[in-house]
T-cell receptor, first 110, second 112 residues
Framework: QQQVKQSPQSLIVQKGGISIINCAYENTAFDYFPWYQQFPGKGPALLIAIRPDVSEKKEGRFTISFNKSAKQFSLHIMDSQPGDSATYFC?????????FGTGTRLQVFP | DAGITQSPRHKVTETGTPVTLRCHQTENHRYMYWYRQDPGHGLRLIHYSYGVKDTDKGEVSDGYSVSRSKTEDFLLTLESATSSQTSVYFCAIAWKEETEAFFGQGTRLTVV
């Protein structure tokens, strides 16, 4: 049973466009929601994270939107660039455990 | 990269043999995790540790065991390797719960 559901599986965006990746969870005990970025051949690296006491967090071109009542959160990448092409993972943490979604492969074309 | 090293980086082994992967950190972080990454499944938590000799199961722990006798080392053992355990294995560390996790470079394991 997938505890964190992520969609879409893949995403193609034109340069300058907005990339949106969605995640949903069931466990209401989750209280830390990070997004990780992974380039081929590398380990994932933290991109941005949010806690459920806020509905939005922005860092540069990256924004997390969080809807606690719907148990959903999403990553928005504004002005997408070819260098953003990577696999993105949402995750959720319940104290000790860090559970990941299935990943979204983003391709940004010039 | 954070001070985290996985070894070996690549391994090919035969079905039925035991295999041990090592994760070594120099950051003195409390938490250590083992994940496997497979197409269509993302990163799945195998086992994790929240201190020396303190470990717990993750989502896909069957067929795997772990040990942590020192803060810096977290070992993952495949007791009897199967082809379904062919995967890329990542170790991660975090200094406390619900903080940034730093990942190693991964170990590509092939079971033939």
């Amino acid at each position: 049973q997938q505890q964190v559901k992520q969609s879409p599986q893949s995403l193609i965006v034109q340069k300058g466009g907005i990339s949106i990746i969605n995640c949903a969870y069931e466990n209401t005990a989750f209280d830390y929601f990070p997004w990780y970025q992974q380039f081929p051949g590398k380990g994932p690296a933290l991109l941005i994270a949010i806690r459920p006491d806020v509905s939005e967090k922005k860092e540069g071109r990256f924004t997390i939107s969080f809807n606690k009542s719907a148990k959903q959160f999403s990553l928005h990448i504004m002005d997408s660039q070819p260098g953003d092409s990577a696999t993105y993972f949402c995750a959720a943490s319940d104290t000790d455990k860090l559970i990941f979604g299935t990943g979204t492969r983003l391709q940004v074309f010039p | 990269d954070a001070g985290i090293t996985q070894s070996p980086r690549h391994k090919v082994t035969e079905t039925g043999t035991p295999v041990t992967l090592r994760c070594h950190q120099t950051e003195n972080h409390r938490y250590m995790y083992w994940y496997r990454q497979d197409p269509g499944h993302g990163l799945r938590l195998i086992h994790y540790s929240y201190g020396v000799k303190d470990t717990d199961k993750g989502e896909v722990s069957d067929g795997y065991s772990v040990s942590r006798s020192k803060t810096e080392d977290f070992l993952l053992t495949l007791e009897s390797a199967t082809s379904s355990q062919t995967s890329v294995y990542f170790c991660a560390i975090a200094w406390k719960e619900e903080t940034e996790a730093f990942f190693g470079q991964g170990t590509r394991l092939t079971v033939v």
